[in-house]
Nanobody, 128 residues
């Protein structure tokens, strides 16, 4: 059973930064990790993902150059560094894990599929 616990959300002014963390129980190195977000009244968005080794990453176009995903396999934790935050980044951010390989998984998720395991989410609010 994989459990994911997010932390690091909060209120920040536009242009500010936050770092989200997601701690996973289980064999962390065997999972592709991702972050999704869902704003009120909107559909869930696939924000970013990172391969098991950390060598490959994917980003939603609107966050490229501002967000960075990373992982520490020794600490069983994945991070999302968010810089130059905008009001439109306001959402509940969810960490997710999946045992499928990175490239295949990204293609599946871009096509609307979900991932195997989910955290409960952490709220990020960006004020203008």
């Amino acid at each position: 059973q994989v459990q994911l616990v997010e932390s690091g959300g909060g209120l920040v002014q536009a242009g500010g930064s936050l770092r989200l963390s997601c701690a996973q129980s289980g064999t962390f190195g065997q999972y592709t990790m991702g972050w999704f977000r869902q704003a009120p009244g909107k559909e869930r968005e696939f924000v970013t993902a990172i391969s098991r080794s950390g060598a490959s990453t994917y980003y939603l176009d609107s966050v490229k150059g501002r967000f960075t995903i990373s992982r520490d396999n020794a600490e069983n934790t994945v991070y999302l560094q968010m810089n130059n935050l905008k009001p439109e980044d306001t959402a509940v951010y969810y960490c997710a894990a999946d045992s499928r390989g990175f490239s295949f998984l990204v293609a599946q998720v871009e096509g609307g599929a979900g991932m195997d395991y989910w955290g409960k989410g952490t709220l990020v609010t960006v004020s203008s």
